[in-house]
């Protein structure tokens, strides 16, 4: 979720001035140990990542992992920006996973995982999880209900 409105003017200005292809917010992996950018934190130059020699995203629960490196191997600039820690954005974490558990879905791949997985981190950033709070309820007092049956119309009535 952004929450600053300057979010990504000051993304695009940190990328800018350090000539970075990839953005991102650096989070210590255990599993690899080291430092590594997360898929909810990056701002990405499409011009110089999508092409040959750099991997797309993947399928599955690591889908930026290949991308990261493969671009950083082919000399492409990676820079970190404090995307969660600033402030910028507030990164919920297991969203997927608790909607797979709230809707009991046996079937999904992950179901077992979400059992004792589907409640949200926010990234183990103090006073986050408040922040957003704030702003679902803000959001919810200007939009209203999503069940509301004239939004959804005018939803399925897009062309």
């Known amino acids: 979720m952004i929450s600053r409105p ?9 990328a800018k001035e350090t000539d970075a292809a990839i953005l991102g917010e650096s989070w210590w992996d255990p599993s690899d140990e080291t ?5 909810y934190s990056l701002l990405i130059d499409p011009a110089r990542v999508w092409r040959d020699g750099i991997e797309p995203f993947a399928d599955g629960g690591d889908p930026a992992l290949g991308l ?13 920006f404090p995307f969660v820690r600033g ?8 969203s997927s996973l608790s ?15 979400a ?36 939004a959804a119309e005018a939803l399925t009535n897009q062309t």
């Open 6 to 14: 300057d979010a990504l003017e000051q993304a695009a200005f940190r």
């Open 35 to 39: 430092d590594r950018f997360l898929a």
């Open 115 to 150: 059992r004792d997985h589907h409640e949200p981190h926010f990234a183990l950033v103090e006073g986050a999880a408040g922040r957003h709070g704030e702003l679902m309820r803000a959001f919810r007092a200007d939009v209203g209900p999503l069940d509301d049956p004239k």
């Open 87 to 94: 402030g910028y954005l507030i990164h919920r974490g297991r």
């Open 99 to 113: 909607a797979v558990w709230e809707a009991g879905d046996t079937a999904h791949p992950s179901y077992d995982w």
């Open 68 to 80: 990261l490196t493969s671009a950083k191997a082919q000399g492409e600039r990676l820079t970190e």
